[in-house]
């Protein structure tokens, strides 16, 4: 992860992610990595001063989802499967549960709403 000051026009690195590190789904950690991946999809939340990441390859199709706390410089994994190539659970349009969620996917488009999800 790295950051570009545009004043300073200099870049930083964040932290070296060479390894994944689930953690616990929801529990942030110092310890938690993604790892690195390629065409995740990703967006930035002003509300909490997050970056989101979904998704992506490393040598194999990822279905994760990921927060990370610029504030507090950690990552935690939010949702998804901590299996690589893992297929949609397609369950009934319009029916929302801690268990769905897209299936192993890269370069895929997120935007967020005005109401916090993204789509």
């Known amino acids: 992860l790295w950051m570009y000051n545009t004043s300073s026009r200099i870049w930083t690195l964040i932290a070296d992610y060479t390894s ?9 950690n110092i310890t938690n990595s993604p790892g690195a991946r390629t065409g995740a999809g990703h967006w930035y ?3 909490d001063h997050s970056l989101w990441m979904f998704g992506g390859y490393s040598s194999n199709y990822i279905s994760d989802l990921w927060k990370y ?9 939010m949702s998804g499967d901590n299996q690589v190539e893992q297929p949609t659970n397609y369950p009934q349009k319009g029916t929302s549960s801690q268990s769905f969620w897209p299936g192993a996917r890269w ?4 935007t967020p709403d005005r109401n916090g999800n993204i789509w």
């Open 107 to 110: 370069a895929s488009n997120i």
């Open 45 to 47: 939340d002003p509300s």
């Open 69 to 77: 706390s610029i504030d507090d410089g950690v990552w935690t994994w």
């Open 20 to 28: 994944v590190n689930y953690g616990v789904k929801g529990v942030a």
